[in-house]
């Protein structure tokens, strides 16, 4: 089975042209600048919208038409301290997590609708 692979010789004078400087500190200024374009690009904006939604949370209040991650549009009725009841419609209420609001609509947005 061995004449399907052939056999590997090592070329002496190969190991003595690749040895090159150690450390010329390259590495570490790319490493650096790899961590500072994560810092600004995915990590910073992504703390930013999650203060922005928590402040959304804490501020929500009875009579606020807001939006769901799901796409619902209503008034909120109800604040508790994990959900809130949102009306949908006439006599139409709906319990949600607070987490599922997405955002907040300016007053009269569920009138022109």
């Given at each position: 089975?061995s004449?399907?692979i052939?056999?590997?010789?090592?070329?002496?004078?190969?190991?003595?042209?690749?040895?090159?400087?150690a450390?010329?500190?390259?590495?570490?200024?790319?490493?650096?600048?790899?961590?500072v374009?994560f810092?600004?690009m995915?990590?910073?904006?992504?703390?930013?919208r999650?203060?922005?939604?928590?402040?959304?949370?804490?501020?929500?209040?009875?009579?606020?038409?807001?939006?769901?991650?799901?796409?619902?549009?209503g008034?909120?009725?109800?604040?508790?301290?994990d959900?809130?009841?949102v009306?949908?419609?006439?006599?139409?209420?709906?319990?949600f997590?607070?987490?599922?609001i997405?955002?907040?609509?300016?007053?009269?947005?569920?009138?022109?609708?």
């Open positions: 089975m004449f399907l052939p056999a590997a010789y090592a070329d002496a004078a190969a190991p003595a042209a690749a040895a090159g400087p450390g010329t500190g390259f590495e570490w200024i790319f490493l650096v600048g790899f961590l374009i810092y600004l995915i990590w910073r904006p992504q703390a930013k999650s203060k922005e939604h928590k402040n959304l949370l804490s501020g929500l209040q009875k009579g606020d038409e807001v939006v769901t991650s799901a796409g619902i549009a008034k909120v009725t109800k604040v508790a301290e959900f809130v009841v009306e949908v419609s006439d006599n139409v209420e709906l319990k997590q607070k987490a599922a997405a955002a907040t609509l300016p007053k009269g947005t569920l009138k022109a609708i």
